[in-house]
């Protein structure tokens, strides 16, 4: 492995993110060739949480755009904060002494004073150190903004037409997730670096909640993860992630538990399963005491 891979992946531990040389060397081409990271896996594996660590890691802000069906680019990028433009035409008409021609008043409201920066323009805009911009859950947007970000992410500038061209002064580092509820443009792919990341075996599983739940015991933390990896083996509609690891083995703590039983296991069970087909499918199947 690399130095700077080994670096990298060394931060990421620092902040108690149990990863790997896949992870840590994606990262590191990322960033040495100036390229978004799309990363793509179930929901709760924890791609999110690579942009959130790698921000602490490098100590530099996190942006985070959340995408959702209907995302524009005026919500994505910037507008106008339009109360507080004609706060400033009423002041400005009020005062004996404004002696402004239309021109400059004109030129003042639609300067970057009045500018609202959504998480896009924020990014580009950001002048102390190379941000980390989270596009998060790219699959749940239109096709129609996700042809808007590829012009955007191509150049990292915004063109603004009351103000001109604004270029980025640090090129922030650009990571993508996706839950493939839909298909992603061949031109989007093109222009990323790609990682999946599936659910984690049952040893790394066990390091990451002894990582993130350092309260927890060997016994009780090995019971929670077995259970978990045995419940993706069934037919369930939400399957648990990572995420809900953590939840469970959170949960069991704040209760003093000290073993899984049956009546444990019925009373926080909606703490990894959240859907009653599934708690019920569940149920049915899994014998406690043969796992």
Known sequence: MREEVQQIKRLLEEQVYVTDAA???????????????LVEGPAGVGKTEIA?????????????????????ATTALYEWNY???????KIEESSPLARSTEAEKEATIFSEAFLLKRPLLQAITEHERAPVLLIDEIDRSDEEFEAFLLEVLSDFQ?????IGTITATHRPHVVLTSNRSRDLSDALRRRCLYHWIDYPSLEKELAIVHARVPAISETLSKQVTEIIQKSRTMSLSKVPGVAETLDWATA???LNATQVDREVLNETIGCFLKDEADIAAF??????NRG
Do not use: W
Request: aromatic share 6%; with cysteine; proline share 5%.
């Open 283 to 288: 149920n049915a199947h899994f014998d406690l």
């Open 23 to 37: 992870i840590a060397t994606a990262l590191y081409l990322s960033m040495a060739l100036g390229k978004p990271l």
């Open 252 to 254: 069991l703590v704040a």
């Open 158 to 162: 915004v063109t603004i037409p009351e």
């Open 52 to 72: 959130k660590v790698l921000a602490k890691a490098l100590n530099t802000k996190l942006i985070r755009l959340q995408c959702y069906e209907g995302l524009d």
């Open 83 to 89: 109360p507080r433009q004609l706060l400033h035409i």
